[in-house]
């Protein structure tokens, strides 16, 4: 099988930012994946799980309601890996164009009071996941990295050639 698109990038170099990530043609017209990183791989703690639950929630709703982007967003989540999110857009944006929107929405959960939207039995799979004191405090410092240190280039990883075709690692 081929590496996917995501493995292509040298996780070992990759900063916090905000990357294109894949673009996808549907129908003639595009979705585009950011990976939205909020962490060093490897290289520092990553979001705990209840804080990552509690950033999907708030941060979702509020994409879903930003007056300038809502018609436009297709899907916000969390990484397996829990160093940032996935955002899928339509259309075909620049990374660049993205950081005003995240960083209303991540000084949005910075300053969130109150009930998390959502999280009961009714409309979340598990409601009792949640940590908004944590989820500010991790949202803080990203704002604070979008506003003046985000990257917005991937690294890529070079890949060794071999008479026998090209070696992936990993
Ligand atoms: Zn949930």
Redesign the pocket.
């Known amino acids: 099988m081929n590496l996917i698109a995501s493995f292509q990038v040298d996780h070992t170099k990759i900063v916090p930012g905000i990357y294109e990530s894949r673009v996808d043609e549907i129908d003639g017209g595009f979705a585009t994946t950011f990976d939205i990183r909020m962490k060093t791989p490897n290289k520092e703690p990553a979001i705990h799980p209840n804080a990552m639950?509690t950033i999907?929630?708030v941060v979702a709703t509020f994409l879903r309601n930003d007056e300038e982007w809502k018609d436009r967003i297709v899907y916000w989540g969390p990484m397996g890996c829990l160093t940032g999110c996935y955002l899928i857009v339509k259309g075909r944006p620049k990374a660049q164009e993205l950081q005003p929107l995240l960083l209303r929405a991540f000084e949005h959960m910075a300053g969130y009071e109150g009930e998390v939207p959502?999280?009961t039995p009714l409309n979340?799979?598990?409601?009792l996941l949640h940590d908004l004191p944590m989820a500010k405090w991790e949202a803080a410092r990203y704002a604070e990295i979008l506003k003046t240190r985000a990257c917005y280039e991937y690294p890529v990883a070079e890949r060794l050639v071999t008479k026998d075709g090209t070696f992936y690692d990993s």
Do not use: K, L, V
């Open positions: 639950h999907e929630h959502g999280a979340c799979g598990n409601y």
